[in-house]
T-cell receptor, first 113, second 109 residues
């Protein structure tokens, strides 16, 4: 069974631009969560989607948004990029909402210059 | 969200057991104890989770204190591939994990 895939793996953007990251969960998994990892703040929860609806949200500004499609694939969008948005963005999938076994993808490394 | 306290780092010898401690004195009755690990340059990996009873799986064992204020992740025979940052997390919402700083485990050959 294929694992969680994230595209692109690496991305370089300029301050002020916007970016869209994609996550394909493990087949059959219906819940997708997103996390941001930086050296200073560690791993921080962004949001969780299930059945195309955001079910949980972390403490991030409104520039960070996401969505989930009917096939459970998810995208997250960051608008008006700031230098501090440079991070590894990880998504995780699980079978159900609040699933206790989260399977993480390899992440997308975003660099904002 | 209830907090956990873990040592910043631990060392182990290859093929010996490793006991990774975690304190969580403010745990609530509905909080599950989760353990994830993150190998270098990879996303976190699920290890084990439990509520009240000790749990075993192919990767590790989780020993939970009777008052649930602490727990220990046990790797029965450490290998070099077990070198990673281990996170102990409390959550009653499995999809929302609040990661702390974790314990960096190094394994010596």
């Amino acid at each position: 069974k294929a694992g969680v895939t994230q595209t692109p793996r690496y991305l370089i953007k300029t301050r002020g631009q916007q970016v869209t990251l994609s996550c394909s969960p493990i087949s059959g998994h219906r819940s997708v969560s997103w996390y941001q990892q930086t050296p200073g703040q560690g791993l921080q929860f962004l949001f969780e989607y299930f059945s195309e609806t955001q079910r949980n949200k972390g403490n991030f500004p409104g520039r960070f948004s996401g969505r989930q499609f009917s096939n459970s694939r998810s995208e997250m969008n960051v608008s008006t990029l700031e230098l501090g948005d440079s991070a590894l963005y990880l998504c995780a999938s699980s079978l159900a909402l609040g699933g206790y076994e989260q399977y993480f993808g390899p992440g997308t490394r975003l660099t904002v210059t | 969200d209830a907090k956990t306290t873990q040592p910043n780092s631990m060392e182990s010898n290859e093929e010996e057991p490793v006991h990774l401690p975690c304190n969580h004195s403010t745990i609530s009755g509905t909080d599950y104890i989760h353990w994830y690990r993150q190998l270098p340059s990879q996303g976190p990996e699920y290890v084990i989770h439990g509520l009240t009873s000790n749990v075993n799986n192919r990767m590790a064992s989780l020993a939970i204190a009777e008052d649930r204020k602490s727990s220990t992740l046990i790797l029965h025979r450490a290998t070099l591939r077990d070198a990673a940052v281990y996170y102990c997390i409390l959550s009653n919402q499995g999809g929302k994990l609040i990661f702390g700083q974790g314990t960096e485990l190094s394994v010596k050959p």
